[in-house]
């Protein structure tokens, strides 16, 4: 009798084991015919050297101070340029002659006004040519360029002191 009990434990350990591999084939097969179906194609992919992108142009933004006199003498005062449109302002590239050194930023509200801040004050006496280098793009869907370089020069001049007039 317990021989007889040991074959049916066995004959029903074998139909298990046939029963995970039967439902795990059966679970494979409906996976893999539920996969989306490849078409072959003869087009290559496209690789990063066919695939650019036609950027618009971008208009002039408004420049504050334009070029001329300033009475900037010993100060970082900044340059602002006011654009429409949201700025990438990593593709702003400046130079200045005499050579300069400027930090980019923009305000947290009002991503589109570019700020050039000198990091060392501007010399009394020295005029400043400073390029703006065209390239400028927007920062959004819209692909948009400056297609200009922006000239700007300032003769800087002494800081205008405040009249301090007392009556007598």
Known sequence: M??????IIQKRAKLLVFLIFLISLVLLIT???????ESPTTSAPPTSASISIEYGDLPMPQIFPKSGKLNWGE???????????????????ISSQPPKNFKISTLPDDL?????????????????????FKGIKTALQEPLMLKEDINLEYEILSPTRPNYDRPA
């Open 2 to 7: 317990k021989n007889f009990i040991l074959q």
């Open 31 to 37: 996976l893999l015919s539920n996969r989306p179906k």
């Open 75 to 93: 100060t970082k005062n900044a340059i602002t340029l006011k654009f429409d449109k949201t700025i990438n302002k990593s593709s702003v590239q």
């Open 112 to 132: 589109g006004r570019i700020i050039i801040t000198p990091l060392t004050p501007w010399e009394t006496g020295k005029t400043y040519k400073i390029t703006i």
